[in-house]
């Protein structure tokens, strides 16, 4: 299963017409590559399926999946929004040049400086998500003299079927106003009556690695269900729905094949069809993919090391990265599909079915519990597929092992664009105790250590 410009040109794994083993010599590994192409293209699809239907929309990439400065830079290329749910996500995107009319801030949390941070940058639409939210929003807009424009988040009370850890749109959750008991419809009283909020419309966002369009179509009935009654009992239209992202993608070929453009045409289809029956005027149609943006564009890079046979129970493979820069199979139990970076005459002969490990100090650590790959040695490379949501942007230097470094490969063409943490980088926050301790010969204290 190879997504993209992925293929085997000479034997060897070639991403965006680059070959893999060229840029694990030129970066080191772990790597991280990133196929442009896939990611435009999955971009330009998602709007395609709205241009198509002449519906007005937004597509606002979650930043969470996979955020950096070139990413940012791809989206201003191909004008797609943004959401941020930090003050930090909020300064990097900020920084690397993203319209903040363009972005959206989301978060069950945001504290009253991130709210200030947002507001003065003049941020397109914060998503307000709770009733203490709307008591900062309106402090800080009172202090800041100015208006902003919003969304508000509902919990439409819908289940998804995916890991409980990435559902978000039921009701027992900590994202959003419940619907059922009437939260929702108090939030928006409120927000009425907030002079100085200028409410656009609704959200919501049910969960991730969906693929089935029957939580997004709930999810849509209930909110056509409440927008029709509140437009009559309070006289408020809805310009925006925001339909969150969520839209499943491939990690391996277990995976159900429909592409999250096909998930996306059927949901637009029920969208318009609840705007006709209840004679609703027509919303823009907003959605927030993030994973089905970047997961199958992503491809790391390991070198294989140690190995350890059990005689009668397994065979383990260890390789120089794990659960320090995709911590997914040991949160969620994700499962990823591994393949060779060169085929060899040695590879085809003897299929081995193994265990893959980090080199993290934790049994966790492991990346794939079980799969069949070609026979591997010491210094060989693999490559861990679909690894680009969720991915680096959850990565840690636990062990102190540097975060690893970030390529973008497109047209034969390689860009560098974040680079491999250095050990420097690992004890730039460190402070040491004053001066006790130096005097006794400069204990752990030197900046003349080489490794
Ligand atoms: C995480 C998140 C998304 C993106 O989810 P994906 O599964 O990556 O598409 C979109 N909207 C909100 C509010 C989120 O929290």
Redesign the pocket.
């Known amino acids: 299963m190879l997504f993209g410009t992925t293929n085997y040109v000479n034997d060897h794994l070639t991403i965006g017409g680059v070959p893999v083993p060229y840029l694990a010599e030129k970066y080191g590994t772990p790597l991280f590559i990133y196929d442009v192409a896939l990611m435009r293209q999955q971009m330009r699809a998602f709007k395609e399926v709205f241009t198509k239907r002449k519906l007005a929309h937004r597509v606002i990439y979650?930043s969470?999946?996979f955020c950096s400065t070139a990413m940012y830079q791809l989206l201003q290329q191909e004008q797609l929004g943004c959401?941020v749910?930090s003050g930090g996500e909020l300064y990097a995107a900020l920084a690397a040049g993203m319209d903040p009319a363009m972005m959206e801030f989301?978060g069950n949390n945001k504290s009253k400086a991130e709210l200030t941070a947002a507001v003065t940058a003049g941020i397109g639409k914060i998503v307000v998500d709770n009733f203490h939210e709307i008591e900062l929003l309106n402090q800080v807009l009172a202090e800041q003299q100015t208006t902003q424009e919003v969304l508000f988040r509902i919990a439409p009370g819908v289940t998804a079927e995916t890991h409980d850890y990435i559902l978000?749109g039921q009701q027992d959750s900590k994202f959003g106003f419940d619907v059922a008991s009437g939260q929702a419809e108090e939030a928006l009283v409120q927000l009425l009556h907030s002079p100085r909020i200028k409410i656009q419309g609704i959200h919501f966002?049910i969960g991730?690695?969906i693929f089935a369009a029957t939580g997004y179509e709930k999810a849509l009935e209930r909110t056509f269900n409440l927008l029709t009654k509140w437009r009559s009992k309070f006289g408020f239209t809805a310009r925006i729905v925001n339909i969150?992202?969520?839209?499943g993608v491939r990690y391996t070929e277990n995976d159900n094949p429909n592409t999250p453009v096909q998930l996306m045409t059927q949901i637009t289809d029920t969208f318009v069809q609840h705007v006709q029956e209840q004679h609703y005027p027509l919303p823009e149609i907003w959605i927030?993919?993030?994973?089905?943006i970047v997961a199958e564009a992503g491809t790391t890079v390991y070198q294989v090391g140690s190995s350890k046979h059990i005689p009668g129970i397994r065979q383990y493979i260890s390789v120089d990265g794990g659960m320090g820069d995709n911590i997914r199979p040991a949160l969620y139990d994700a499962t990823y599909n591994f393949v060779p970076v060169e085929l060899t005459n040695e590879h085809n002969l003897a299929p081995q079915t193994i265990r893959i490990t980090g080199k993290y100090c934790e049994s966790g650590d492991i990346l794939q519990k079980s799969i069949t790959l070609p026979h591997l040695a010491p210094g060989d490379l693999i490559a861990m597929q679909s690894t680009g949501?969720y991915g680096y942007s959850m990565a840690s230097s636990y062990n102190n092992n540097p975060r690893p470094a970030v390529v973008f490969v497109e047209d034969g063409q390689d860009h560098l664009v974040i680079r491999r943490e250095t050990y420097a980088d690992l004890t730039r926050l460190n402070i040491p105790l004053p001066n006790e301790t130096q005097s006794q010969g400069k204990v752990g204290v030197t900046d003349n250590v080489r490794i």
């Open positions: 979650a969470k999946a959401d749910v989301h978000t966002h991730s690695q969150g992202g969520g839209f927030e993919p993030g994973r089905s949501a």
